[in-house]
């Protein structure tokens, strides 16, 4: 009765502790992309001002401003994966790709089960002899 107590119990600080890791990543997530956008709206401004001073490309540089903010933001959400992924092994909770491999490898022995069983209930291969 204790053991199963201590498994509940942790089962709920680790999911706790995993909904906040969550939580707190995806917040960072959202305050960065919006750390970005706003660069990237700051930069823009800037662009325009100098546009205006010189013979300058504004929609290319418009476009140049928005790459590199959507390339910050694909590297932010890659860190953050990066580091749920880690957090995660940390409590041995599998990734998709591992549990997606241990349900292959399951199915493929729920075959090879289902084969050894047909093979037993038909009993051993009778062979006949042809007379020449």
């Keep these: ?23 707190t990543a995806a917040d960072k997530v959202e305050a960065l992309t919006d750390e970005t956008k706003a660069v990237a709206s700051k930069v823009e401004k800037q662009v325009k001002s100098a546009a205006n001073r010189v ?8 476009k140049d401003a928005t790459r590199m903010a959507e390339e910050l933001s694909k590297k932010v959400s890659h ?3 990066t580091v749920v992924e880690k957090t995660l092994h940390r409590f041995n909770v599998p990734s998709r790709r591992e549990l ?6 399951v199915d493929l022995l729920g075959r090879k089960i289902d084969i050894l069983a047909v093979r037993r209930t038909r009993g051993p291969a009778k062979r006949t002899r042809r007379v020449a």
């Excluded at 013979?55 to 418009?62: G, P």
């Design 100 to 105: 997606k491999d241990l349900t292959t490898k």
């Design 1 to 23: 009765m204790k053991k199963t107590m201590k498994t509940s119990n942790l089962k709920s600080v680790v999911a706790t502790t995993l909904d906040d890791a969550l939580k």
């Design 55 to 62: 013979n300058f490309d504004v929609e290319k540089a418009r």
């Design 79 to 81: 860190t953050v994966d």
